[in-house]
Each structure stands twice: as C-alpha cells, then as structure tokens.
C-alpha cells in the first residue's frame, strides 16, 4: 500500500526567505511523485513531478523537490518566497492512475 | 493540459436532498476522477470513471451514494444523494495526464457544497 506524510500543517515564512516543505511516502512499488498548489476557492494545480531520472525536480514559480529514496522523502523548497506563494500546498503518490494526497501543508508568507 | 470546469462552483443544499455536479474538459479523456476534500483536509478518492463502464468505487464510497455518469469522453457528473451535513465539502473533478502510468492529473476548480 502507499502512503504520504507531510509532517507539517502550516509553516509561516517571512518574505524572502527560503522555505522546505516536507513529504514522506511509502510504497512497495516504484513511485511517481508530485507536488500540487491549491490557492483558495480553487483547484489544484500541478508544481513538479518525479517519475525517474535526475532525482532533483525543477517546477513552476522557482519551485524544487528532490527524490531521496533512502529516506522515502520528496521535500519541497524554494530559496525565495513571495507573498503571493500563500497556498495549501499538497505532496501525491501515484502510480497505475491512483494518487494518494498527504494532508496538505498551508504555507503563509509574512510581510 | 486539459482545461475542466465544474457546475456548479458552490452551493448551499437542505439535508435529504440530492446535487449532480457536472464535470467538463476540453478534450477527449478515457479516465476521469471524482474527489473529496472535507473541510480542512486533504483529497480522497470517491471513484474512476471511464466511459462506457460502470465507475470504480473506492473502499467507504457506494453507488446509491455517489452515482457517476460518464456518457462520452468529455464529460461526466457525480451526484450525492440523500445529503447531510457529513457531505459538507468540495467537490473536484480530475483527468488523467496521458495515456501512460504516471502522468499528472489536471484538476477542476471544484464545486463547494454546504448541506444544511
């Protein structure tokens, strides 16, 4: 079976300043990895994903993950953030069409 | 990508009522998806639905409760039946990338359902 971890259910960050996202999954099977941004009142929307090869992912709006097999885990980062990345940001697991969500990281941005 | 829309967006509906949310994307798509996202919490899965078959119910969710239509490659509806405040959510419906494993899902804007 597979499963997803975000250990952290807000994480407030001034702006500028970098952040880290956490994921951990698990799984018995080869993975594909995602990261999605949901900004309020709508839907999701794809950041980056990992499906094999170079195991740091480069995505949308300055957005990174990197895929570390052997601590099953899929961090998001991005060095810099702006006001405007406030979301809930949610890591997936997929494979064979179904997708496991984590429970969503709420990123707020301060001024 | 795909480009999906959701009616409605939101609404407010009295318990033992029934909504069908209609789903539309701009391509033609052999699986679409249904989601719910409890109020703050994260995705789950209802059921897969693929035209021309019976849709795919995840473990918690039934049929009577959920009934999903999927009559051509753009289009489908979920309706919740008999509606009680437990079914307070949004709603949201996704497509599969591509053919192949492991492609991104695009989500619809979802439908925000309140039951009262």
């Known amino acids: 079976a597979q499963s997803v971890t975000q250990l952290d259910s807000q994480v407030p960050v001034f702006e500028e300043a970098p952040v880290e996202l956490r994921c951990n999954y698990s799984s018995s099977v080869s993975v594909y990895l995602f990261w999605y941004v949901q900004y309020p009142n709508q839907g999701l929307q794809l950041l980056l994903k990992?499906?094999?090869?170079?195991?740091l992912v480069k995505g949308i709006n300055g957005f990174e993950a990197e895929f570390n097999k052997s601590q099953t885990s899929f961090h998001l980062r991005k060095p810099s953030v702006h006001i405007s990345d406030t979301a809930e940001y949610f890591c997936a697991v997929g494979g064979t069409y179904k997708y496991i969500f984590g429970t969503g990281t709420r990123l707020k941005v301060l001024a | 990508s795909a480009v999906i829309s959701q009616k409605p967006s939101r609404d407010i509906c009295q318990r033992g009522t029934s909504l069908t949310i209609q789903c539309q994307v701009d391509s033609q798509v052999t699986m679409m998806f249904w989601y719910r996202q409890q109020p703050g919490q994260s995705l789950t899965l209802i059921a897969t639905a693929n035209q021309g078959s019976e849709a795919t119910y995840e473990s918690g969710f039934v049929i009577d409760k959920f009934p999903i239509s999927r009559p051509n490659l753009t289009f489908s509806t979920l309706t919740v039946s008999n509606m009680s405040p437990e079914d307070s959510s949004i709603y949201l419906c996704?497509?599969?990338?591509?053919?192949?494993?492991?492609?991104?899902?695009?989500f619809g804007p979802g439908t925000r359902l309140t039951v009262t």
């Open positions: 996704s497509v599969d990338g591509t053919s192949g494993r492991g492609n991104e899902q695009y």
């Open positions: 990992y499906l094999s090869g170079s195991t």
